[in-house]
């Protein structure tokens, strides 16, 4: 079977980006394993992804409650599923996510309050909670994690990871619960260059078994 990946990259860095460096190692074995998938590259910051104002903030209330958004509502909601059916196209993702003061990158944020809709990602009941729609359709998601001063086994005063634990959970909310993660933490007393061969390595590694 020919599988589809799509590369979500939220960094806005190009060629001096760590985490599109690791991405790229990634997509290079990946490639070389299946020469016949279709492969494409979103880039977050390429202008394409749509805002979530006020209008988009309406239709998603007006949705839960079951009205049908109009005007200039209908239109920012067609707009996010439109954001939403370019990325469920694929069954196989490849994210690359820098940490920015401890979290994620807000287009990184923005792009998942986009998507994140009923009907879509998922649904509620009030007794049993989130139902997660992308479940059971055989997605797999990889994630290229980078910080610079924040690393595993540092002390707060390092700042703390809202970065992996806040985009690997919207990962498995949204019901894809086959996550891979790719890390590259060197710190500011690490060997980068070291650090960042090992990072490529996995990278590379997972890529073909992915
Ligand atoms: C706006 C901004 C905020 C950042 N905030 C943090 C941070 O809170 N903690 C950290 O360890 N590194 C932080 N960094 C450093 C980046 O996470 C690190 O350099 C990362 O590897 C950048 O990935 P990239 O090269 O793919 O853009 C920040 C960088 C930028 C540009």
């Known amino acids: 079977m020919t599988s589809t990946l799509l590369h979500i990259s939220s960094s806005p860095r190009g060629t001096a980006s760590e985490s599109l460096r ?3 190692a990634f997509l290079d074995a990946y490639r070389d394993v299946h020469p016949d998938a279709q492969m494409h590259t979103w880039d977050l910051w390429d202008g394409s992804l749509p805002e979530f104002g006020p209008d988009a903030a309406a239709a998603k209330m007006a949705v839960f409650g ?47 309050d986009v998507i994140s809709q009923p009907g879509a990602v998922f649904g509620v009941d009030p007794q049993a909670g989130y139902r997660h729609l992308l479940a059971g359709r055989g997605k797999k998601a990889a ?5 610079a001063v924040w690393g595993p086994g540092l002390g707060p005063e390092f700042g703390r990871d809202f970065q992996s634990t806040y985009f690997t959970d919207w990962l498995h909310w949204t019901g894809i619960e086959d996550v891979a993660e790719i890390h590259f933490h060197p710190t500011l007393t690490g060997d980068w260059d070291e650090t960042r061969n090992e990072a490529v390595n996995a990278a590379k590694d997972l890529g073909k078994r992915f």
Request: glycine share 10%.
């Open 22 to 24: 690791i991405a790229d």
């Open 143 to 147: 994630v290229v994690y980078t910080s």
């Open 66 to 112: 079951g009205a049908d958004p109009e005007g200039a509502a209908a239109e920012a909601w067609r707009a996010a599923l439109g954001a939403f059916d370019r990325f469920d196209a694929f069954d196989r993702v490849l994210f690359s996510v820098p940490m920015w003061n401890g979290g994620v990158p807000y287009i990184l944020k923005q792009f998942i």
